[in-house]
């Protein structure tokens, strides 16, 4: 493994960086990506970094993928967001039955965008499934060509259980214009996500659109898709937030150089602010390493032995859910002494702050679990 850990910039093209970063302000407006945002997107078909490459995927491997995840969140909050939960939403693609999965990324726009809240109730019928529901936060919806959501399984009007007794709720694939998109992302930050929600009425589906997550009902082989889910979910979550996080600290210099410029500033007060912000690039980078090495190391395993162990898989989640916490307080440490230019809602750090603070409030980050 190697000793330093390398910016996020390292794995994006400059051009794309000033793309994206370009649109950003006008994304908020829109409550969506930009034409130019997506247009960037499209191009390096980030939409389908974990989609099978059976279906034109890019099927990428994970130590890749959590490193451009979180370049492509350094870049912006919003654009990040929406790439790791649509292609996310693509890694489904491999529990897919072949035939439609075919027939979604036929599409060469395709996205998929979702909600994994159970919002909905698919009511068994001869031919397949009745749908309705309602579901919160599918970001990227307003891109999407698909929609995934989760269902209650009912049979007589009355819940099916699964194995453990429990109610058994199971994932579908509908397509965009039998769902009905709804405002209702009021949030302070990740405003250009545009995770709305969207409601399902009376819609009859084939048993087809219903797939599982489990390596065991994987559909298409590679070892993506025999990498346990939550780990991936925890992993791809928390480079979104030091992506962000990063970004706020490279605007942190620039606020602080300006600062430095202050003739009412005492030689200590420069040195403070100096010292505050290389601690904390210094403890994230410190944490990235553990958090790379964790992912390394599980990555491997998984392809020399094709299963990885409970204990790395512990070390995922641990350094996932760590570096998320570290995120959130480096930036909160730094927040303090950018002055009001940081609570300005018309300047890139403060959108950096908005968005972190609220992708940090994600139920998957919200706990630390013990150390492994």
């Not at 600062?259 to 210094?282: G, H, W, Y």
């Not at 070390?315 to 230019?341: K, M, Q, W």
Request: glycine share 6%; net charge negative.
């Amino acid at each position: 493994m190697e000793n330093k850990i390398p910016h996020p910039s390292t794995f994006i093209a400059r051009q794309d960086v000033n793309t994206i970063r370009n649109a950003a302000a006008e994304a908020e407006q829109l409550g969506m990506l930009h034409p130019e945002q997506l247009r960037i997107v499209y191009k390096q078909e980030w939409f389908k970094l974990l989609a099978p490459q059976l279906y034109g995927g890019r099927q990428i491997t994970l130590p890749g993928l959590v490193r451009l995840q979180e370049a492509i969140s350094w870049t912006d909050g919003s654009t990040g967001w929406v790439v790791t939960l649509c292609s996310g939403a693509g890694w489904f693609a491999g529990f897919m039955s072949a035939e439609i999965a075919h027939q979604v990324f036929s599409d060469r726009k395709v996205c998929l965008a979702g909600s994994g809240e159970a919002g909905g109730t698919a009511d068994i019928t001869v031919t397949g499934y009745m749908v309705n529901g309602t579901w919160r936060y599918a970001s990227g919806v307003h891109h999407a060509t698909h929609i995934t959501a989760n269902c209650l399984i009912r049979e007589n009007g009355e819940s099916v259980l699964d194995d453990d007794g429990q109610p058994l709720v199971l994932p579908f694939i509908f397509d965009k214009k039998d769902v009905k998109v709804l405002p209702a992302w009021k949030y302070i930050g990740m405003v250009a996500t545009g995770s709305d929600a969207f409601e399902i009425k009376n819609l009859a589906v084939e048993s087809s659109r219903q797939f599982k997550i489990d390596p065991l009902a994987a559909v298409v082989s590679g070892r993506l898709y025999q990498y346990p889910f939550l780990q991936l979910a925890e992993a791809t979550l928390a480079v979104n937030l030091s992506g962000i996080a990063i970004h706020f600290m490279d605007l942190c210099e620039d606020v602080f150089n300006e600062k430095m410029k202050q003739p009412r500033l005492t030689s200590e007060q420069k040195n403070f602010l100096i010292n505050e912000l290389n601690r904390s690039k210094n403890d994230i980078n410190l944490l990235r390493k553990d958090f790379y090495q964790a992912i390394d190391h599980s990555w491997i395993a998984m392809e020399n032995d094709n299963a990885v162990s409970a204990g790395q898989l512990s070390g995922v989640s641990f350094t996932s859910r760590n570096l998320a916490r570290l995120s959130r307080e480096s930036v909160d440490r730094l927040y303090p002494l950018c002055g009001l230019i940081a609570a300005s809602t018309a300047t890139e750090i403060n959108r950096a702050w908005r968005d972190l603070h609220t992708a940090s409030q994600h139920a998957l980050l919200t706990f630390a679990i013990p150390e492994p």
